[in-house]
């Protein structure tokens, strides 16, 4: 009589190769899985790597620009400086002004703006500008056209337009505009 716990032979014959076998998948599959985690760690790592010297090569192209961006603000602070320090109620402060902002609108660069002495008349004061731009024809035209558009009196004299071979868009110009104000709009 065969007992509960009585193992074939066959199954003797072969346990030890089925264990085997096992054993040889299960290890492949722990050395498969530790292989692809550690090639995976290695990769983040690498990217990792890769995205800190490009934030050192970031960081050393900062201090350049970093450079760049304080002497802007402080061109700009100076630039506001000199606009709050020019008094509003100052008739050619204010017509400076207008002559410049409407060169920025109209993208115009201004080389040069020479403020003349104020000349007083009986019934009115001459504010004498020299102006000289550089910027395309059309953005010009509209420059003049702008200024003609105010609701000021304008004369404008020796006006003169050069153009110079090597920079055919650009023209500069150059002339002289006088603004007249009522008198009695002026405080002495």
């Given at each position: 009589m065969k007992s509960f716990f009585e193992v074939p032979d066959w199954m003797l014959r072969y346990w030890g190769q089925l264990v085997f076998s096992l054993l040889l998948i299960f290890g492949l599959a722990t050395v498969s899985g530790i292989s692809y985690v550690g090639f995976y760690g290695y990769r983040q790592t690498m990217g990792e790597v890769a995205d800190?010297?490009?934030?050192r090569s970031l960081q050393k192209n900062l201090e350049q620009s970093d450079s760049l961006a304080i002497h802007y603000a402080d061109w700009s602070k100076k630039l506001r400086a000199f606009h709050q320090s020019s008094p509003e109620e100052n008739h050619a402060s204010h017509v400076m002004h207008l002559l410049v902002d409407q060169a920025k609108r109209e993208e115009i660069i201004l080389t040069e703006v020479t403020g003349l002495n104020e000349i007083r008349q009986s019934t009115s004061l001459e504010y004498p500008f020299e102006l000289s731009l550089r910027g395309g024809f059309p953005s010009l035209v509209r420059y003049m056209h702008a200024l003609e558009s105010q609701d000021m009196v304008l004369r404008v004299r020796r006006f003169s337009i050069h153009s110079e071979a090597m920079h055919r868009n650009d023209i500069t110009a150059r002339f002289s505009v006088?603004?007249?104000?009522?008198?009695y709009s002026v405080t002495p």
């Amino acid at each position: 009589m065969k007992s509960f716990f009585e193992v074939p032979d066959w199954m003797l014959r072969y346990w030890g190769q089925l264990v085997f076998s096992l054993l040889l998948i299960f290890g492949l599959a722990t050395v498969s899985g530790i292989s692809y985690v550690g090639f995976y760690g290695y990769r983040q790592t690498m990217g990792e790597v890769a995205d800190f010297m490009a934030f050192r090569s970031l960081q050393k192209n900062l201090e350049q620009s970093d450079s760049l961006a304080i002497h802007y603000a402080d061109w700009s602070k100076k630039l506001r400086a000199f606009h709050q320090s020019s008094p509003e109620e100052n008739h050619a402060s204010h017509v400076m002004h207008l002559l410049v902002d409407q060169a920025k609108r109209e993208e115009i660069i201004l080389t040069e703006v020479t403020g003349l002495n104020e000349i007083r008349q009986s019934t009115s004061l001459e504010y004498p500008f020299e102006l000289s731009l550089r910027g395309g024809f059309p953005s010009l035209v509209r420059y003049m056209h702008a200024l003609e558009s105010q609701d000021m009196v304008l004369r404008v004299r020796r006006f003169s337009i050069h153009s110079e071979a090597m920079h055919r868009n650009d023209i500069t110009a150059r002339f002289s505009v006088s603004v007249f104000l009522p008198s009695y709009s002026v405080t002495p």
